[in-house]
């Protein structure tokens, strides 16, 4: 019985360690969550954000290097920092930064 629930486990650990492939990772759903909670406010129809809308997995794959600019790159004049009234949180910022540099596609 106890070997059991020894051998259980050990399957059970297994499962785990196989779903987790890193090489498999997709930031891409991670991105849209961010932008639907952090960006949406304005980048939606009607918002003051317009007219750059992320309401579209397309509206946020052809815009990929500015979400990461206006989220990353040093701030100026000519790059506004995004979100407009403060700045993501650096594990947001890690995970446009990964997705960028995967392709910035919907697929990364
Ligand atoms: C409080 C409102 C607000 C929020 C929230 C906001 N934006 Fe913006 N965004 C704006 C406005 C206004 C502009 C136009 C700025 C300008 O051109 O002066 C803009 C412009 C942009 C642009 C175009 C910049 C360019 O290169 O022309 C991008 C890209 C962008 N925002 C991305 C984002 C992303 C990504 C987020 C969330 C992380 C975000 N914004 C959140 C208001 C906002």
Not at 51 to 56: A, C, D, L
Not at 65 to 86: F, W
């Amino acid at each position: 019985m106890k070997k059991a629930l020894v051998f259980a486990a050990f399957v059970a650990l297994l499962f785990a360690a196989c779903k987790k492939d890193p090489v498999d990772e997709r930031y891409f759903p991670r991105v849209k969550e961010i932008i639907q909670a952090n960006c949406m406010s304005c980048h939606s129809p009607g918002g003051q954000g317009l007219p750059v809308i992320f309401e579209t997995d397309e509206d946020i794959t052809s815009r990929a290097a500015s979400i990461k600019s206006a989220t990353i790159d040093p701030a100026s004049p000519q790059n506004k920092r995004m979100p407009l009234d403060g700045e993501l949180s650096q594990a947001d910022k890690d995970v446009i930064l990964k997705w960028f540099e995967k392709g910035g596609r919907a697929t990364d």
